[in-house]
């Protein structure tokens, strides 16, 4: 299920678990990354959304509270059936320069597993979307259905991690983006190779970066190192957390990274409108970042490269 555009204009990679211990989550990089021959079905990082659930009378304050962070514009709120059996959602699309968001506030039932997807992905024909996706490795878990402008899916990937295929009957057209956010995926250290592996081969991406210790402070353990796998495809950015579940709250909570070009000025705008920050600004790695709450509830990461 996605926000429709009804009311917008109406590689396979081999990768060895890693082995978990008390004080670090450590993990092996990947070495060997190989072109499937799967088809590509993928449109561009502007058309994956950030799938948000809020309440009804939290709708109005999270969207704008979005855009007096990031900026941008949205498209007219309405009330849909973006499901295959009945319901009746608010729903709007927050389109940033920094990532788009789906928004839905159920004024009825969720139908099941509504709710449980992370992001929506364009495809570029769903049959064949479908076809990739069992081939490497992921589950169907809502079969295509129609909905007025064309067609919605539902699979998971190995690992656990739901995702929404829609396809368009007149393909939608969004400008680029000024930068592209991280889908953030936390999975554990036994479902880390399934979930690469079938993700890479889905997406024809690549990993862009293995690191076996990075900074616990990035997870909320700054005495410890995990693994952490950074991949890129035409679908936008993917991290992959890996860890052993032992979390501290927000960590695990949030579903995409936004990078933005200051963060001190950012975290200024989002606290004038009213979100929270969860997790103050630290250094590590290559970004500085921090850990925020919107009205709504809605959690993010937002960072900025430490050299741009």
Known sequence: ???????????????????????????????????????????????????????PTEFDRFVASVVATFGGTTSKKGVFTVTPTPSETMSQLVLTPVGSISVF??????????????????????????????????????????????????????????????WHTI????????????????????????FITSFMAFSHGEVISDDAQAPGVEVGRPTDTYRRIRMQSKFGKVTALVTDGHLPYPYGREITGYEVANLSDTLSKAKAAGVAVLVAPYQAADRNAAMVQFPGGYIAEIHSLVNR
Request: with cysteine.
């Open 1 to 55: 299920m996605r926000t429709t555009r009804a009311f917008v204009a109406a590689v396979t990679v081999f990768l060895v678990s890693g082995c978990v211990g008390p004080s670090s989550f450590l993990g092996t990089p990947a070495v060997a990354q190989t072109t499937t021959a799967t088809s590509n079905v993928a449109v561009g990082p502007q058309y994956d959304t950030t799938h948000v659930y809020v309440a």
């Open 105 to 166: 506030g159920f004024e009825t039932p969720i139908p099941y597993p509504f709710g449980s997807e992370r992001t929506g992905y364009l495809v570029t024909d769903m049959p064949s979307a479908i076809e990739v996706a069992q081939a490497t490795g992921a589950d169907i878990l809502v079969s295509p259905f129609n909905d007025p402008i064309g067609l919605d899916a539902i699979i998971q990937w190995p690992g656990g991690v739901n995702t929404q295929f829609y």
């Open 171 to 194: 393909a939608p057209s969004y400008a680029g983006l000024q930068t592209i956010p991280e889908n953030r995926v936390y999975v554990s250290a036994y479902a880390a190779k399934a």
